[in-house]
Every structure is written in structure tokens, then in C-alpha cells.
């Protein structure tokens, strides 16, 4: 077992993933000779060659169309195959895209879209949190028969270090995890901003008594409504996190499945921290726009002393 930070968990997948399966190909802007621009795709065209591991225009709809003949494209094409074909065609496709605000990158490659993607019927959506789950997650999404959007926040790159068995492992798609347990209020959170719930409820524990549920979401697109309200229905106060923007964001769709499944249990309005409905902004600005500790500690005594 490695201790690994996320970019060499997702290149052992990618590694592992296209050793067990000689159908699998990486097809991409710089990711066979330079190993990419994160180098998560490191060493692969020099152990699968070019056929496998291709160099790409800087064209991402080209991208997309490619894989699908082996679009919108990805929401008129992918994501309807198997419907289209009454399930004889699948598209096992894996669209990996780097995400996520306060590195100080181009406001393009800031952005957090994980609604666009979780909206469209046929695709999954999937956003690991660290080295050990995104390792398991991303060889969860190359096995899928069908599309899946796999994004990574950069900020998660090289943040920590995790020990990563030397086995594949893969991880169940569509089910969220409770990485810290306590009765008092639930903080629904993923992708980069799981570090901040969890520090958030580290501070109210440690100066406000109040222990907190902490579910790292992992996967948006199938929900896991299943976790979620049962959470909330133990703790009957609820702080979703997330970067998109707040308006027709995840934390609306999650909010309204806690009210459909933990309506009578729940104490205080439904509180959500994200991004504001602006433009990504540039390097001055970006960390006023993304979520931090202290506004979800703010909101979370809000909704605890309602």
C-alpha cells in the first residue's frame, strides 16, 4: 500500500484500468507525450503507445465525438444510446474534467458545472473527494456500460496524501458516505469542498459543542436521497456546500428531496453556502466567490439557533 495524493491515485487507475481492459483508450488535449497538463495521465502513452493513449486537437467537441463513434454531443448522443437502442448499444464512456476555483487558473477551467451534467437524463456525475476514493471511483467509471462525467477539483491534486492499496479497488457509484458522525446537524458537501464542511464542523465541535453529521456526496448524479434524509431526520438541521452557483444549483435539488423524505423532522430552514450568481471572477476576487469555513460556520449557527 502507497500513500499517493490524488494525481498518482487517478494514474494508477487509469494504469490498472487499461491493463486489466485493452479496450480502454485516454483521448485528450496533451495527455499522451506530455502525460498531461496535471500529469494525471503520466507514463501511459509510454506503456500503451499512441493507438491507445491519443493526443487530441484542442477540440472538446471533437473529443467527445471521436469517443462516441470508436453535441451537445454529450447530452444528445451519449447520454441516449442505450435508450435510443432499447439497450443493444452502450457508450462506456469516462469524461474527466478538471474543476473548481482557488488556484488561480483561467475562469474557464474555475468553474463548477456539476448541474449541467446531473441534469441530463443517461449520464452519471460523479466528484471524488480524495486520492483513495477517486482512485476507486474513476475505475468504477471506466467498468460503467454507460457515460460518466468524472470531475476533478485542482485544488485536490496535490492536496494530501492518502494510503491507496496496491489492488484495484472500485467503489459503488451513487452512494454517499458519512466521514464524521454527530447528532446535531447534517453538512452535505463534495469534491474540494468537503475539506471545508469538514473543518467547519471541527470549529463548532470544538467551540460550540455541537457534533455534526458530514456526508461527503461523491456521487451527484445518481443521488443518494437515501443518506441524506436519514441524516437530517437524526438531526433535523441541515448546511449544504457547494461552488456552483447557488440559483438551480445541487443544494436546490438535494433541499428539495430532504423536504420530500425529512420534512417533519426538520428543525430549522434548509441552509445552503455556494457560490454567488456571477460570472466565475478573476484572480482577485475567485476566493471571495467560493465557499470557506467561516461562512459555513455562520450559517450553520444560524440555523441552530433558529
Not at 490498472?16 to 485528450?28: S, Y
Not at 501511459?44 to 454531443?73: C, F, N, T
Not at 460518466?148 to 494510503?163: C, N, Q, R, S
Not at 436521497?225 to 437524526?234: F, L, P
Amino acid at each position: 500500500m502507497a500513500k499517493l495524493n490524488m494525481v498518482k491515485a487517478l494514474n494508477l487507475a487509469l494504469m490498472q484500468e487499461m491493463e486489466r481492459d485493452p479496450d480502454v483508450l485516454v483521448i485528450g488535449e496533451d495527455v499522451g507525450v506530455d502525460g498531461g497538463v496535471f500529469r494525471v495521465t503520466e507514463d501511459l502513452h509510454r506503456a500503451y503507445g499512441s493507438k491507445r493513449v491519443i493526443d487530441s486537437p484542442l477540440a472538446e467537441a471533437g473529443i467527445i465525438g471521436a469517443s462516441i463513434g470508436m453535441a451537445h454531443q454529450i447530452e444528445n448522443h451519449a447520454a441516449r444510446y442505450r435508450n435510443r437502442s432499447q439497450g443493444r448499444f452502450h457508450v462506456p464512456m469516462v469524461i474527466r474534467m478538471p474543476y473548481g476555483g482557488g488556484v488561480r487558473a483561467l475562469e474557464h477551467h474555475s468553474e463548477s458545472e456539476e448541474q449541467f451534467y446531473a441534469h441530463i437524463p443517461g449520464l452519471k456525475m460523479v466528484i471524488p473527494s480524495g486520492p483513495r476514493n477517486a482512485r476507486a471511483l474513476l475505475a468504477a467509471a471506466i467498468r460503467d456500460p454507460d457515460p460518466v462525467v468524472f470531475f476533478e477539483h485542482k485544488a485536490l491534486y496535490h492536496a494530501h496524501k492518502e494510503d491507496v492499496p496496491d489492488e484495484a479497488e472500485t467503489m459503488e457509484i451513487g452512494r454517499a458516505r458519512v466521514v464524521r458522525e454527530g447528532d446535531d446537524l447534517t453538512l452535505v458537501a463534495w469534491g474540494g469542498m468537503l475539506r471545508v464542511a469538514r473543518e467547519a464542523a471541527e470549529i463548532l465541535e470544538q467551540e460550540d459543542g455541537v457534533g455534526s453529521d458530514v456526508i461527503d456526496l461523491l456521487t451527484v448524479a445518481p443521488l443518494d436521497r437515501e443518506t441524506i434524509v436519514r441524516s437530517v431526520s437524526k438531526t433535523g438541521r441541515v448546511v449544504i456546500v457547494h461552488e456552483a452557483p447557488r440559483s438551480f444549483g445541487p443544494g436546490a435539488e438535494i433541499a428539495a428531496s430532504i423536504m420530500d423524505g425529512a420534512f417533519l423532522s426538520l428543525e430549522a430552514p434548509i441552509a445552503r453556502v455556494t457560490a454567488h450568481d456571477v460570472p466565475f471572477p478573476g484572480f482577485a476576487r475567485e476566493r471571495a466567490n467560493v465557499p470557506d469555513v467561516a461562512r459555513v460556520v455562520a450559517a450553520a449557527r444560524d440555523t441552530l439557533a433558529y
